[in-house]
């Protein structure tokens, strides 16, 4: 229940600045093998369906859905501000990093697909904001119920 009134108050801060501009990182492995390297991050083309399950309405609660993202191929939309999505990069790990522009800012968002007990969701990283995270869920399509 904390974790969830932490989210609920950080969410609206995030939502709201979307477009205005963690942890460290675990120990390396002490082994004479050569470590793995990690995937290239890659850019993604612009007809990619690996990039569906990010689009659509997001929220903390995907019942009330009273402070919702808007993500499509092309914008994220906040509570008050939008951004042109210029493109994503796929990092190899099943996540996607979006490049937004903000008029005069430019804002980088790391996004994974993912699916929570109440449905589906994207776990976003701001990695303009020292790696900020926050998992929204999607939305019940309003059309959906007529």
């Known amino acids: 229940m904390r974790r969830l009134s932490i989210a609920v108050s950080v969410l609206p801060l995030l939502l709201l600045a979307a477009c205005t501009g963690g942890g460290s990182p675990p120990p390396a492995a002490s082994s004479s093998a050569p470590?793995?390297?990690?995937?290239?991050?890659?850019?993604?083309?612009?007809?990619?369906?690996?990039?569906?399950?990010?689009?659509?309405?997001w929220g903390l609660d995907p019942a009330a859905c009273t402070q919702t993202l808007k993500i499509s191929k092309t914008r994220f939309e906040g509570a008050e501000n939008g951004c042109d999505i210029t493109g994503y990069?796929?990092?190899?790990?099943?996540?996607?990093?979006?490049?937004l522009s903000c008029g005069s800012t430019q804002e980088q968002i790391k996004m994974r697909p993912v699916f929570a007990p109440t449905g589906e969701g994207v776990e976003l990283t701001y990695l303009?904001?020292?790696?900020?995270?926050?998992?929204?869920?999607?939305?019940?399509?309003?059309?959906?119920?007529n």
């Open 35 to 57: 470590a793995a390297a990690a995937p290239a991050a890659q850019p993604v083309a612009a007809g990619d369906e690996a990039l569906a399950p990010l689009f659509g309405s």
């Open 89 to 99: 990069t796929d990092n190899g790990d099943g996540s996607y990093t979006a490049a």
């Open 128 to 145: 303009n904001r020292d790696n900020a995270e926050t998992l929204v869920l999607r939305c019940a399509d309003p059309d959906a119920a």
